[in-house]
């Protein structure tokens, strides 16, 4: 018990932690005095940090620190997007496989063998790239190969429950397969599902992160992370701060998320015992 | 029996192999516009109508889906991928030149992180909770968070710009070259194989003959050199494949990054470039080679395992 009050403490440090990312994402204007990130003064350009600019400004002038945090906008919104995509759709598909089995089961677990045998990053860069670059099309593409994940995951789950004698009894008593599904089949696989996709947010926004910095995800002027790094690269020699706020926001947004859901995860192991 | 296995693993492989292909040929399907059109944007000419239709009917872009994919799966059979709109050279050939650059770079990252990862992973799960146990899981923790090109840009800063150790551009294709590209490839995936290593000792270490091995007073440093680590390895081989695996395809932003000459930054730029058969043939070489390596994984394993050959779970 003592444990478990221990560990929750710790989640709770670390939900706080997430929550002020979120925070300082929705009220970016006035975090940042209300300064646009899109606003270039020239004059104003490569400047060292300085109580001014903190983190420097870029090429254009534009304050890095502000641009940083409206990139969490960006960054977060689209790591949630792509975790939840692929939880409704890797879980509704693997719950429905693993109940149903037959035809339905094949095609979806040779859909997933196939993803397996495939190197994630390789796919996602082409189409993302071939849909044109946008964080739109970043999404679609971590989406598309990421989903199979969370299909066999949801699967093996119902597979674990679906011969339990109180399946059965449902089955015999004339209860409908969809009742059986959202009763029985959805809410013992959930807990599991959304413990894998809070571990996750972090890869996910790495990942989409990496797609930007390589020129298939956001465009400029967004104020988009990757794009931030990938932006200041040239200027590695003359203003290396261009890419010092972004990288450690990935990485400190990365860390935080990475340590919530471990912690989460540790958790629901605690009361699963 | 253990034939048949194979026989079947193969039979598999070559389906996906098939699957594979399809969606590879289909990517480029999911193009907005027309990719003549976009062919000769890329190229910086505006070409007229009759111009585009030509060259519509001379790389066969007229005839069905279905007969294009057939035709283009064909000459893959034969070696042919194709022409790349970009280079004009066969697709094949541009990829060989670049597949052993980005091999010699994924082989020496994975040396340099089998360097770092099992010493570490060793002392962590013989001094299990001890502080270097802590020190060295806050260092995992922090390597599997840190984004690759952030190392990367970094490590430039570091050595290129402010310590010109390392050249900036990784062109040369000599063995300082190959340094910078490799560490950052190796930091990551050192971070990940070092948690993998514990795990995997610290599971044999809690089996009966270790306790055994003790018990008849051999000593420490031979238990686990001679009879942990050689159990232990099985299940890091597996892990080794698939790392190479997805090695092969994450290179391309290091290769970005340090401008080294492998088939990741080619595969970028043709991408950027929308050059269809050079992203064609780059998905469909990673992927084949994936698949390979995967195979050779699981023919390894029943081969280092004589068990897995007689309950082939794994063939």
Known sequence: MKMVVKKNKYVCLLSMLAFLIILAAVFAPLLTGGVDPAASVLKDALKAPSAEHIFGTDKLGRDVFVRVIYGARISLSAAFLVVFLIFVLGTVLGVVAGYFGGWTDAVLMRTADMMVSFPGMVFAMAIAGILGPSIRNAVIAVALVSWTKYARLARSLVLKIRNRDYVAAAVVTGSKSSYILTTYMIPNVIPTMIVTAATDIGGMMLELAGLSFLGFGAKAPNPEWGLMLNEGRPFMQSAPWMMIGPGAAIFVVVVVFNLLGDALRDVLDVREE | ?315
């Open chain 2, 1 to 315: 029996m253990y034939t048949k296995q194979l026989g079947k693993r193969l039979l598999q492989t070559v389906l996906v192999a098939l699957g594979i292909s399809f969606l590879t040929f289909f990517i480029t399907y999911l193009a907005p516009g027309d990719p003549v059109r976009t062919m000769f944007a890329a190229a910086g000419t505006m070409p007229d109508e009759e111009l585009i239709q030509e060259t519509r009917a001379a790389m066969g872009l007229n005839r069905p889906v279905l007969v294009q994919y057939a035709g283009w799966l064909c000459g893959c059979l034969k070696g042919d991928f194709g022409i790349s709109y970009a280079y004009h050279k066969p697709v094949a050939a541009l990829l060989m030149d670049r597949l052993w650059p980005t091999l010699k770079l994924s082989v020496f990252s994975m040396f340099l992180m089998l360097l770092v990862s099992v010493p570490a992973g060793m002392i962590q799960a013989t001094h299990k909770n001890s502080l270097a146990d802590h020190v060295l899981r806050g260092l995992t923790f922090f390597g599997v968070s840190m984004p690759n090109f952030w190392v990367g840009l970094l490590l430039m800063l570091v050595f290129c710009v402010r310590l010109p150790l390392f050249p900036v551009a990784s062109f040369g294709g000599d063995f300082k070259s190959l340094v910078l590209p490799s560490v950052t490839l190796a930091f990551a995936m050192s971070a990940k194989y070092t948690r993998q290593v514990r795990t995997a000792i610290l599971e044999e270490l809690s089996q009966d003959y270790v306790t055994g091995a003790r018990a008849r007073g051999i000593k420490e440093w031979k238990i686990l050199w001679l009879h942990v680590f050689p159990n232990a390895l099985l299940p890091l081989v597996t892990l080794l494949g698939l790392s190479l695996g997805s090695l092969l395809g994450g290179t391309a932003v290091v290769e970005v990054i340090f401008s080294y000459p492998g088939m990741g930054s080619l595969a970028v730029a043709a991408i950027t470039a929308y050059d269809y058969p050079l992203i064609q043939g780059y998905v469909l070489w990673i992927s084949l080679i994936y698949m390979l390596i995967n195979l050779a994984v699981d023919a390894s394993y029943s081969l280092a395992d004589p068990r897995m050959r007689q309950k082939g779970q794994r063939i």
